[in-house]
Protein backbone atom coordinates (compact mmCIF):
# COMPACT_ATOMS: atom_id res chain seq x y z
CA UNK A 1 0.00 0.00 0.00
CA UNK A 2 1.36 3.34 -0.05
CA UNK A 3 0.31 7.27 -0.30
CA UNK A 4 0.34 9.84 -2.55
CA UNK A 5 -0.36 13.09 -0.93
CA UNK A 6 0.30 16.62 -0.22
CA UNK A 7 -1.17 18.19 -3.26
CA UNK A 8 -4.47 19.67 -4.70
CA UNK A 9 -6.83 16.41 -4.76
CA UNK A 10 -9.40 17.10 -7.25
CA UNK A 11 -12.23 14.93 -6.50
CA UNK A 12 -14.91 15.74 -8.77
CA UNK A 13 -17.69 15.92 -5.88
CA UNK A 14 -19.55 18.58 -6.42
CA UNK A 15 -19.76 19.39 -2.55
CA UNK A 16 -16.22 19.34 -1.96
CA UNK A 17 -14.53 19.67 -5.89
CA UNK A 18 -10.64 20.10 -4.30
CA UNK A 19 -8.69 19.12 -1.02
CA UNK A 20 -5.54 21.20 -0.93
CA UNK A 21 -3.74 18.95 1.12
CA UNK A 22 -5.24 15.69 -0.34
CA UNK A 23 -3.68 12.30 -0.56
CA UNK A 24 -4.90 8.75 -2.25
CA UNK A 25 -4.66 5.63 -0.54
CA UNK A 26 -3.74 3.16 -3.16
CA UNK A 27 -3.46 -0.40 -2.28
CA UNK A 28 -2.58 -2.99 -5.37
CA UNK A 29 -4.76 -1.89 -8.30
CA UNK A 30 -7.71 -0.37 -5.64
CA UNK A 31 -7.96 3.30 -4.58
CA UNK A 32 -8.60 2.41 -1.05
CA UNK A 33 -9.11 5.88 0.82
CA UNK A 34 -9.36 9.87 -0.48
CA UNK A 35 -8.82 12.40 2.22
CA UNK A 36 -6.18 14.93 3.69
CA UNK A 37 -2.83 14.05 3.57
CA UNK A 38 -2.96 14.15 7.64
CA UNK A 39 -5.91 11.90 8.13
CA UNK A 40 -4.82 9.31 5.91
CA UNK A 41 -1.48 9.32 7.21
CA UNK A 42 -2.88 8.76 10.54
CA UNK A 43 -5.07 5.85 9.11
CA UNK A 44 -2.25 4.10 7.56
CA UNK A 45 0.77 5.11 9.27
CA UNK A 46 2.93 1.98 7.55
CA UNK A 47 1.90 2.90 3.67
CA UNK A 48 5.28 3.73 1.47
CA UNK A 49 4.38 7.85 0.95
CA UNK A 50 5.01 9.37 -2.10
CA UNK A 51 4.85 13.72 -1.76
CA UNK A 52 3.13 15.06 -4.31
CA UNK A 53 4.92 18.61 -3.97
CA UNK A 54 1.75 20.51 -3.96
CA UNK A 55 0.92 19.30 -7.72
CA UNK A 56 -2.10 18.40 -8.25
CA UNK A 57 -3.56 15.10 -7.94
CA UNK A 58 -6.20 13.64 -10.48
CA UNK A 59 -8.00 11.09 -12.25
CA UNK A 60 -6.28 9.51 -14.81
CA UNK A 61 -7.35 9.82 -18.59
CA UNK A 62 -7.70 7.57 -20.97
CA UNK A 63 -8.14 8.54 -24.71
CA UNK A 64 -9.13 5.31 -26.34
CA UNK A 65 -9.65 6.91 -29.78
CA UNK A 66 -7.41 5.15 -32.75
CA UNK A 67 -7.55 4.73 -36.15
CA UNK A 68 -4.71 1.48 -36.61
CA UNK A 69 -3.95 2.40 -40.49
CA UNK A 70 -2.27 5.69 -38.66
CA UNK A 71 0.20 3.18 -36.48
CA UNK A 72 1.17 1.48 -39.81
CA UNK A 73 1.59 4.98 -41.97
CA UNK A 74 3.79 6.83 -39.00
CA UNK A 75 6.44 8.87 -41.02
CA UNK A 76 5.16 7.60 -44.38
CA UNK A 77 4.25 10.38 -47.09
CA UNK A 78 1.70 10.52 -49.96
CA UNK A 79 3.49 11.11 -53.40
CA UNK A 80 3.05 14.24 -54.83
CA UNK A 81 1.23 15.31 -51.51
CA UNK A 82 1.79 19.07 -50.58
CA UNK A 83 2.66 19.08 -46.52
Same mark, same amino acid.
Given at each position: ???? =????? +? ?10 ? !?? +??? $??? +???? +? =? ?11 ? $? &?? $??? =? !????? =? &? ?9 ? &? ?11
Amino acid at each position: MYLL =GNGKL +VTRDTQNPLIEN !GA +VSI $DGK +VIAA +V =GTTKELRAKYPDA $D &FI $DAK =G !GVIMP =G &FINAHNHIYSA &FARGMSIKNSKP
